[in-house]
């Protein structure tokens, strides 16, 4: 539901092509996104407040590795290739746990949580093991936003440009997102979707609301300017949120007043929708009362999982786990959304491997600025991403004028 207004008319076509289907289907073409994308890029994996303790961890999979999170007793949250060094043992077998260390079900192997090698049957026979070189396979860690995001690079991106970059990008000043305080939030509500559909269709889809009108029936009368397709988060260069109906409330399925706004959200932002995509896998969607993250991980080319929370005030969460406050109704506007969303990226999925596809379909003006998704990940893949094409294209059509 991001929309650039565009600045001047379009030299050219008012359709902009997209990738090729196979793009969307092809499994080869998806180990690349692995490799170049989710495998290189800043993941948003998981809340930090989901390992409250030392010892407590969590399984994720990262393009085609799985990643043990843990807490240390030291040195915070670390993450780990979850690969025996011995002999190469999932070293992790359930999806989450908590243990005083990360031992190894085949030959005993034990991690101290800090990741080195501490015990292994005879290892004091062995006093030529250096203990840290055999220890678990660190990956860089960071949290923002009250959640662990980890890169599986060796050398990872700068943190503060490809991802607060993207967000400045995005949101106007990093600090406008700051005003909603999300690293403070708590977690109302999670849910789990698993899309079959590529997760190209789901960024694509999340940056158009050309859909709106016809697939969001509850969010258009929320926030009626999303019935044109138009609204935007950028006008005339300035950040733009969509605001909400005049008779509406709240940002609820029923547009009936929501829980207590964030503290210190800027006049500007209050009665107002912001979203943003931090690539390759984050959605983050603020209104004035609450905070909707998406987490993607892709599974393969036609599977997706999304994981949604719903960020309230922590006293909020108290309220809602005491049974004193019901947010359902806040919950429920996105989970449609969601829903809605997801259908139709389902729907079109098939159709990627259709013959009359091969070639891609079209972007509309109100979706050309999703072309600068697929320049990014043309470029990422190392391919020549087709805007210089239809740059020399405009190029050439002017000067035939
Ligand atoms: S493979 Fe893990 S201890 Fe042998
Ligand atoms: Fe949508």
Same mark, same amino acid.
């Given at each position: 539901m991001i929309i650039d207004h565009l600045d001047e008319p379009l030299p050219g076509s008012s359709l902009r092509s997209t990738p090729p289907g196979d793009t969307y289907t092809d499994p080869e073409i998806f180990a690349q996104e692995?490799?170049?994308?989710?495998? $290189?890029?800043?993941? =948003?994996?998981?809340? /930090?407040?989901?390992?409250?303790?030392? &010892? !407590?961890?969590?399984?994720?999979?990262?393009?085609?590795?799985?990643?043990?999170?843990?807490?240390?007793?030291?040195?915070?949250?670390?993450?780990?290739?979850?690969?025996?060094?011995?002999?190469?043992?999932?070293?992790?077998?359930?999806?989450?746990?908590?243990? $005083?260390?990360?031992? =190894?079900?085949?030959? /005993?192997?034990?991690?101290?949580?800090? &990741? !080195?090698l501490v015990a292994a049957p005879n290892l004091t026979s062995m006093p030529d093991v250096d203990n840290k070189a055999y220890g678990l396979r660190p990956v860089h860690v960071r949290e923002w936003l009250g959640y662990v995001w980890v890169c599986l690079a060796d050398i990872p991106?700068?943190?503060d440009q490809a991802v607060l970059g993207e967000v400045r990008t995005s949101f106007g000043e990093v600090e406008s997102i700051d005003n909603y305080g999300i690293e403070n939030l708590a977690c109302g509500e999670t849910k789990t979707y698993d899309v079959q559909a590529n997760w190209k269709l789901i960024i694509e889809n999340f940056m158009?609301?050309?859909?709106?009108?016809?697939?969001?029936?509850?969010?258009?009368?929320?926030?009626?300017?999303f019935a044109d397709g138009l609204a935007s988060q950028r006008e005339n260069g300035e950040v733009h949120?969509?605001?909400?109906?005049?008779?509406?409330?709240?940002?609820?399925?029923?547009?009936?007043?929501?829980?207590?706004?964030?503290?210190?959200?800027?006049?500007?932002?209050?009665?107002?929708?912001?979203?943003?995509?931090?690539?390759?896998?984050?959605?983050?969607?603020?209104?004035?009362?609450?905070?909707?993250?998406?987490?993607?991980?892709?599974?393969?080319?036609s599977r997706t999982i999304v994981e949604c929370d719903w960020l309230f005030l922590p006293e909020v969460v108290e309220q809602i786990r005491a049974g004193s406050l019901d947010v359902s109704k806040s919950v429920e506007l996105f989970h449609r959304v969601n829903q809605q969303d997801f259908e139709a990226c389902e729907q079109t999925q098939p159709s990627m491997s259709s013959k009359v596809y091969a070639s891609g379909g079209a972007l509309v003006p109100s979706e050309h600025h999703i072309s600068e998704f697929h320049d990014w990940w043309y470029e990422a893949l190392g391919w020549r991403a087709p805007k210089e094409a239809r740059d020399e294209q405009a190029t050439a059509a002017q000067a035939s004028r």
């Open positions: 692995q490799a170049a994308i989710f495998e $290189k890029m800043w993941n =948003c994996v998981l809340r /930090a407040d989901s390992l409250p303790s030392a &010892g !407590e961890w969590k399984k994720v999979t990262i393009g085609r590795e799985e990643i043990i999170v843990v807490r240390t007793r030291r040195s915070g949250i670390a993450a780990y290739y979850n690969v025996c060094r011995h002999r190469g043992m999932r070293v992790c077998t359930t999806d989450q746990g908590r243990s $005083k260390t990360l031992q =190894c079900g085949y030959h /005993a192997w034990t991690y101290a949580l800090e &990741g !080195e991106p700068d943190f158009e609301c050309y859909h709106c009108a016809t697939i969001h029936p509850e969010l258009t009368e929320v926030i009626p300017e949120g969509a605001a909400f109906g005049s008779e509406i409330d709240g940002f609820t399925v029923d547009g009936s007043s929501g829980v207590s706004e964030l503290p210190a959200i800027a006049p500007d932002q209050e009665r107002k929708y912001y979203a943003i995509t931090v690539r390759p896998q984050v959605f983050i969607n603020t209104v004035p009362d609450h905070v909707i993250l998406h987490r993607m991980f892709p599974v393969s080319e």
